[in-house]
């Protein structure tokens, strides 16, 4: 699967040299992550997708299980979404020039506070190109499977700049590609969106109260998921 990522990665680095607000791209990066699943044999369930606007931006914020997660959400969700990216990424031939020319956001966690400037300033660059910005608020994948408490982040950002949060939760990408794991397996992964919900004015102690409120809803999905 590796050299026909490095294939997709070339393409969609082409055609977004040409055109940064190009819809092949949108079209490549879904069928780049439609192969993972073809090769692996998995399934992907989606409900929800009334919810979602596809005239709108987002901040969409999920648990994070798998590096299977980040395909789940291209193929489930009915808009473009950016992701963040950690640095190290950017440094792989043709895949990280590739992240950088789509508009994937990149995160140097050693560079302390100036990291949410540079995540800011991609959120706003993203939403000009008329996308959504998915974000993983624990801030790692849940080797253990187990939810961590959600940063705040995401939840800043969509409200200083307006946006709706859109929740959804994700279960069975852990079986499909386990963390540190060198193996892909067939199995279902199901990706629930919920209701939007906005922030405009929101401000503080509501934001905390937001980030509270959306980690529990995913929660108590994805445990309700486990003991089905």
Same mark, same amino acid.
């Given at each position: 699967?590796?050299?026909?990522?490095?294939?997709?990665?070339?393409?969609?680095?082409? /055609?977004?040299? @040409? @055109?940064?607000?190009?819809?092949?791209?949108?079209?490549?990066?879904?069928?780049?992550?439609?192969?993972?699943?073809?090769?692996?044999?998995?399934?992907?369930?989606? #409900?929800?997708?009334?919810?979602?606007?596809?005239?709108?931006?987002?901040?969409?914020?999920?648990?994070?299980?798998?590096?299977?997660?980040? $395909?789940?959400?291209?193929?489930?969700?009915?808009?473009?979404?950016?992701?963040?990216?950690?640095?190290?990424?950017?440094? =792989?031939?043709? $895949?990280?020039?590739?992240?950088?020319?789509?508009?994937?956001?990149?995160?140097? %966690? %050693?560079? *302390? !506070?100036?990291?949410?400037?540079?995540?800011?300033?991609?959120?706003?660059?993203?939403? *000009?190109? *008329? %996308?959504?910005? =998915?974000?993983?608020?624990?801030?790692?994948?849940?080797?253990?499977?187990?939810?961590?408490? $959600?940063?705040?982040?995401? $939840? #800043?950002?969509?409200?200083?700049?307006?946006?709706?949060?859109?929740?959804?939760? /994700? #279960?069975?990408? @852990?079986?499909?590609?386990?963390?540190? *794991?060198?193996?892909?397996?067939? !199995?279902?992964?199901?990706?629930?969106?919920?209701?939007?919900?906005?922030?405009?004015?929101?401000?503080?102690?509501?934001?905390?109260?937001?980030?509270? @409120?959306?980690?529990?809803?995913?929660?108590?999905?994805?445990?309700?998921?486990? !003991?089905?």
């Amino acid at each position: 699967m590796l050299p026909a990522t490095a294939v997709y990665a070339a393409v969609i680095w082409a /055609i977004a040299a @040409r @055109r940064a607000d190009d819809p092949k791209i949108e079209s490549a990066l879904r069928s780049w992550a439609r192969m993972w699943f073809t090769v692996s044999g998995a399934s992907l369930r989606v #409900t929800g997708k009334e919810h979602v606007d596809p005239a709108r931006s987002y901040v969409i914020v999920s648990n994070h299980l798998s590096a299977f997660d980040i $395909f789940s959400h291209f193929i489930a969700l009915p808009v473009p979404i950016r992701y963040l990216a950690k640095k190290e990424l950017f440094r =792989i031939p043709i $895949f990280g020039s590739a992240l950088r020319a789509i508009g994937v956001v990149e995160v140097d %966690r %050693r560079a *302390g !506070g100036s990291v949410h400037a540079d995540i800011n300033r991609s959120a706003h660059l993203a939403v *000009g190109y *008329g %996308r959504s910005l =998915i974000i993983y608020p624990e801030g790692t994948r849940a080797r253990d499977g187990v939810m961590r408490p $959600f940063k705040k982040g995401a $939840f #800043t950002i969509a409200s200083s700049m307006s946006l709706p949060v859109l929740p959804t939760a /994700i #279960t069975g990408s @852990r079986e499909v590609w386990n963390p540190g *794991g060198k193996i892909v397996r067939p !199995g279902v992964v199901h990706v629930e969106i919920f209701p939007p919900i906005e922030t405009a004015g929101m401000r503080g102690e509501q934001v905390d109260a937001l980030r509270d @409120r959306v980690h529990s809803l995913i929660h108590n999905r994805v445990q309700s998921a486990a !003991g089905s």
